[in-house]
């Protein structure tokens, strides 16, 4: 399996933006699609954002199109997601995933398809 270590939440104001990163490490020579999901309080975790091994197809949770962008650098092993125009509803507990790739293109939105997580960073959004 892969290690995950995420970084870069905070506290911002609404319309702010912070970016994270996900730094992967162990078995990095192996092919994973990369996903960020988040838990708010008293809320189950929810999918966020996930992209593929190749980088070239990206799936985003409706509330966050056209405001988060989910990135990768496979030769620094680190994936970020930049959140712009933040809300107060994003506050939550951002988790980074990795699940082994099938092919360079594919990605997956479940929580059951990754495999290796992260311990989570904090995100709060002032109103």
């Known amino acids: 399996q892969v290690q995950l270590v995420e970084s870069g939440g905070g506290l911002v104001q609404a319309g702010g933006s912070l970016r994270l990163s996900c730094a992967a490490s162990?078995?990095?020579?192996?092919?994973?699609?990369m996903g960020w999901f988040r838990q708010a309080p008293g809320k189950e975790r929810e999918f966020v954002a996930a992209?593929?091994?190749?980088?070239?197809?990206?799936a985003y949770t409706d509330s966050v199109k056209g405001r988060f962008t989910i990135s990768r650098d496979n030769a620094k092993n680190t994936v970020y997601l930049q959140m712009n125009t933040l809300k107060p509803e994003d506050t939550a507990v951002y988790y980074c995933?990795?699940?082994?790739?099938?092919?360079?293109?594919?990605?997956?939105?479940?929580?059951?398809?990754?495999?290796?997580w992260g311990q989570g960073t904090q995100v709060t959004v002032s109103s």
């Open positions: 995933a990795a699940a082994l790739a099938l092919y360079g293109g594919n990605y997956y939105t479940d929580e059951s398809s990754f495999t290796s």
């Open positions: 162990g078995r990095t020579s192996s092919t994973y699609v």
């Open positions: 992209v593929s091994w190749s980088g070239s197809n990206t």
